[in-house]
């Protein structure tokens, strides 16, 4: 898990989205996440789905809203 952070294969913007979502108990959705760093929703969903496929981060259904997917590390 280690080998893609000493490799330098995330970007800037990935590390800072994995700095928030493994600081966050409950994980953040991506809406939270978007607001957080001033971009679209769109465009963090899609950082979140590089994040997922490599295996970094995973989603989650909130345990309080089943509409809401949270990011989880």
């Known amino acids: 898990m ?4 000493r490799s330098g294969s ?3 913007q990935q590390l800072k989205v994995l700095s928030v979502v493994v600081t966050t ?3 953040a959705s991506v809406a939270q996440l978007a ?4 971009v679209t929703m769109a465009s963090m969903s899609n950082l979140v789905d590089r994040l997922v496929a490599g295996g970094f981060a995973e989603r989650a259904a909130d345990a309080r ?3 809401v997917r ?3 590390s």
Do not use: N, Q
């Open 35 to 38: 607001g957080s760093f001033g």
């Open 2 to 5: 280690l080998e893609p952070l």
């Open 10 to 12: 995330l970007s800037l």
């Open 70 to 72: 949270r990011v989880h």
């Open 25 to 27: 108990e409950e994980g």
């Open 65 to 67: 809203d089943l509409r």
